[in-house]
């Protein structure tokens, strides 16, 4: 697990796999408002601030986009999909990959 900005860095690198969660802004808000006990309010200005930090880092130091899907292998939306099944998925993932270089998982 890397984050800022692993997938431009290993974009080529043959054994990374990169993975985006993804969820409706209602769900990361209130996921957001259980874990840290704040407010509406508080927990829209925590979002906005973390979404544009993202955002500026990845465009400032790599010239891209977080939010462009081919930066990754795989894009799951924990909004629509368990918690459970996106860990299954990227399990199974990993495995092909590691299948289809044959390197060992």
Do not use: C
């Not at 969660?21 to 829209?44: C, E, T």
């Amino acid at each position: 697990i890397m984050g800022r900005g692993g997938q431009v860095l290993l974009r080529d690198h043959p054994t990374a796999l990169h993975i985006q969660i993804v969820a409706p802004r209602s769900y990361r808000l209130q996921v957001i408002m259980d874990r840290y006990g704040l407010d509406k309010r508080a927990a829209q200005h925590r979002l906005r601030a973390s979404d544009r930090a993202r955002f500026d880092y990845l465009r400032r130091y790599h010239d891209a986009d977080w939010l462009d899907p081919t930066l990754y292998h795989l894009v799951l939306n924990t909004g629509r999909l368990a918690v459970e099944a996106a860990a299954d998925l990227i399990v199974a993932a990993q495995e092909a990959q590691a299948g289809e270089s044959g390197r060992p998982q």
